[in-house]
């Protein structure tokens, strides 16, 4: 009697978990379904959060084309300047030697061109040596112009307004032939980067309208689709998207990151 109640109770044991297993995968599967329908008032549409982040038009790292210290950081980081502004100096005293050295060549060259010339009105003066003097001359405007050129490079002009966001040199440090000085952005014009679906390549286009929530600034701005990527990602099966925000937002700034909400339509969701 005993044995057969034990049976019983496991018995009942076992409807109760097979029950208890099959409610709770009911509830499981409601509520993935819930989450998986279209939002109220969305039909055939679902709403896609992507982080994404800001980063400048225009960048660049100033390099050294010479080999010589630094004499003068104009605008240290973080610092803003304006396009044609000098960012930085180079001591360039042995380029300026060599600069009046040519120029004092090329006005050597000039006078014995010049010597040369009235004596071949006189009939006194060869042919060879005339041709060689204006070859003198030419060859000494060379070295000049080759003086100036290299001595503008003692100067970093400033391609477009900005700031600087690293600074990786310090005054009176020698520097070497390609080494970075100061890496510059454009901090006017942003862009949103970001990751999406490449099959969804078949209705996103620039000028598509979205909404991007910024962590840092705690605020949703509107943005709009600006450039969409030539070639998609055949592993991730995505594509790069840049947008840009609309509106003039000075707390923005590069770096910055947040989440972009996308309205899609229901079959281009992930």
């Known amino acids: 009697m005993h044995g057969k109640l034990h049976m019983r109770v496991r018995f009942d044991l076992k409807i109760f978990v097979c029950t208890w297993l099959v409610l709770l995968s009911v509830a499981v599967y409601s509520q993935i379904s819930a989450a998986q329908s279209p939002l109220p008032g969305t039909s055939g549409i679902e709403r896609q959060q992507i982080r994404a982040q800001l980063s400048p ?5 100033l390099s050294s084309e010479l080999g010589a210290i630094v004499s003068r950081i104009a605008v240290r980081e973080a610092g803003t300047f304006r396009q044609g502004d000098v960012l930085l100096t180079l001591d360039c005293s042995l380029q300026q030697a060599q600069l009046r050295i040519a120029q004092a060549e090329l006005a050597s060259a000039e006078v014995v061109l010049a010597a040369n010339v009235r004596l071949d009105q006189l009939n006194s003066v060869g042919k060879l ?4 003097a204006r070859v003198a001359k030419d060859k ?8 100036q050129t290299l001595l503008a490079k003692c100067e970093l002009i400033a391609p477009f307004s900005g700031r600087v966001a690293v600074q990786h040199v310090r005054e009176r440090q020698y ?18 980067e970001f990751i999406v679906p490449s099959h969804w390549l078949g209705w996103l286009e620039i000028g598509y309208g979205f909404e991007v929530s910024i962590d840092e600034t705690g605020r949703v701005y509107p943005a709009k689709i600006s450039r969409i990527g030539a070639r998609a990602d055949a592993v ?6 840049s947008a840009t925000v609309d509106g003039e937002n000075t707390e923005l700034i590069a ?16």
């Open 57 to 61: 038009v225009s960048h660049t790292v």
């Open 129 to 132: 040596d005339l041709d060689l």
């Open 140 to 147: 000494a405007e060379a070295e000049v112009q080759m003086s």
């Open 175 to 192: 520097v070497q032939p390609g080494e970075p000085l100061l890496e510059i952005f454009d901090d006017s014009l942003l862009e949103l």
């Open 236 to 241: 991730s099966q995505t594509v790069k998207v």
């Open 255 to 270: 770096g910055m990151s947040g989440t972009v909400q996308v309205v899609t339509p229901s079959s281009a969701s992930y």
